[in-house]
């Protein structure tokens, strides 16, 4: 599995953030009010004078969220600010319940690693993608639900990586699906694993 950053926490915000290492066996103890938000970030290593800091309001984690099938992988995070929209900071449209992505290509982004093993990137980056029906997908992985969308790389040298787990998938302009799962090595030949933002539609729209 791909490594999780720190952002899923329990209802309450003084419970602790789960962490999750490639083995899902970590577990890290901290407050959400320790944590920072950076919208409209392009290099990690440097100020760029886009960036917008926000603290943490709460974090919703899906209520049947399994780490060990990863299913419902979803945590929705609400600020304690008001957003400014810019040029390097925009809105996306949630995709629609039931809309369908099959053979479209979308993009996809992080700042997780250029390879297996390797270090995480400063910049962030991105790639094309194509989607792939449920089916074609559970040739690689046998327990393929309809609440994740699968991706295939469009470039062999490229796919998403340690580190960009959370990350989005954008198809037409519209927010299609949330970086889940992959398999280890970053091998791009196999799919990559999103969070269906259709099916989860309803459950978003409710905690904004």
Request: proline share 3%; charged share 25%.
């Amino acid at each position: 599995m791909y490594y999780k950053t720190c952002t899923k926490q329990n209802k309450d915000s003084n419970v602790p953030l789960i962490c999750e290492t490639p083995t899902n066996a970590i577990i890290i103890y901290y407050s959400v009010s320790r944590f920072l938000v950076i919208l409209g970030d392009y290099r990690t290593n440097r100020k760029e004078r886009t960036e917008q800091l926000f603290k943490l309001r709460r974090v919703y984690v899906h209520p049947r969220y399994n780490r060990r099938r990863v299913t419902n992988d979803l945590a929705i995070l609400k600020l304690a600010g008001k957003v400014r929209y810019t040029k390097t900071v925009k809105r996306v449209r949630l995709a629609k319940p039931g809309q369908n992505f099959v053979g479209s290509t979308c993009i996809i982004s992080g700042w997780g690693a250029t390879r297996g093993g390797g270090p995480t990137s400063n910049i962030l980056q991105f790639t094309r993608v194509t989607v792939i029906t449920s089916r074609r997908c559970q040739r690689s992985y046998d327990d393929i639900f309809g609440r994740v969308i699968c991706f295939l790389s469009n470039d062999r040298g490229s796919g998403i990586c340690d580190g960009d787990s959370g990350g989005p998938a954008v198809c037409h302009g519209v927010l299609a699906g949330v970086t889940s799962f992959g398999v280890d090595d970053c091998l791009t030949h196999y799919p990559s694993v999103y969070t269906r933002v259709s099916y989860y539609n309803k459950y978003i729209r409710q905690r904004l």
